[in-house]
T-cell receptor, first 117, second 116 residues
Framework: GAVVSQHPSWVICKSGTSVKIECRSLDFQATTMFWYRQFPKQSLMLMATSNEGSKATYEQGVEKDKFLINHASLTLSTLTVTSAHPEDSSFYICSARDSGRFGETQYFGPGTRLLVL | AQTVTQSQPEMSVQEAETVTLSCTYD???????LFWYKQPPSRQMILVIRQEAYKQQNATENRFSVNFQKAAKSFSLKISDSQLGDAAMYFC?????????????FGQGTILTVHP
């Protein structure tokens, strides 16, 4: 299978600061990447779809000015949580779509735990 | 809109035994994909198995196999010879074909416990 990395794996920040999370597809090119948020023992909640070279598409209820997404290359998408607050504390997961070698499949990064104090 | 339902919040199995996790979905599409993902305590999502809707043959991956019933919109996962490392949360997921950009719809998840 394909490999997707995510950095950082853990981040603690003060309220009001911004945090950037990187998602990289290591051995394939991904024109589409996705960002999810997950609370403990719950399912993944899709936040936005990131397409290389174009603006991200946000799910209903997700503040696009708070969660900035940039997909600058075929292997990198970034999520920036701006002016983070304690309610933004969560587990954020990215995934990358691979339409090639093994057929239509989405591969996931290891996730980022964000704690806002 | 498509929906995916996992009706078993928790399941348990004895080591070396077989367990089946249920999943149903609702769609009006004819072209789609179905997946099972595993999320162990590390929280890394791991692809277990995938099925294209146009294929009648059930997918298998070593000890993992599916029972894909397209007319009934059912997609269950069978784990044979269960191992302690199979303990995880399992998610069933649906992806429409065509120009859907690969967006996945997940079920609620099933927590699988494996007893030694």
């Amino acid at each position: 299978g394909a490999v997707v990395s995510q950095h950082p794996s853990w981040v603690i920040c003060k309220s009001g600061t911004s945090v950037k999370i990187e998602c990289r597809s290591l051995d394939f090119q991904a024109t589409t990447m996705f960002w999810y948020r997950q609370f403990p023992k719950q399912s993944l909640m899709l936040m936005a779809t990131s397409n290389e070279g174009s603006k991200a598409t946000y799910e209903q209820g997700v503040e696009k000015d708070k969660f900035l997404i940039n997909h600058a290359s075929l292997t990198l998408s970034t999520l920036t949580v701006t002016s983070a607050h304690p309610e933004d504390s969560s587990f954020y997961i990215c995934s990358a779509r691979d339409s090639g070698r093994f057929g239509e499949t989405q591969y996931f990064g290891p996730g980022t735990r964000l704690l806002v104090l | 809109a498509q929906t995916v339902t996992q009706s078993q919040p928790e399941m348990s199995v004895q080591e070396a035994e077989t367990v089946t996790l249920s999943c149903t979905y609702d769609t009006s599409e004819s072209d789609y994909y179905l997946f099972w993902y595993k999320q162990p305590p590390s929280r890394q999502m791991i692809l277990v198995i995938r099925q294209e809707a146009y294929k009648q043959q059930n997918a298998t991956e070593n000890r993992f196999s599916v029972n894909f019933q397209k007319a009934a919109k059912s997609f269950s996962l069978k784990i044979s010879d269960s191992q302690l490392g199979d303990a995880a949360m399992y998610f069933c997921a649906y992806q429409a074909g065509g120009t859907s950009y690969g967006k996945l719809t997940f079920g609620q998840g099933t927590i699988l416990t494996v007893h030694p």
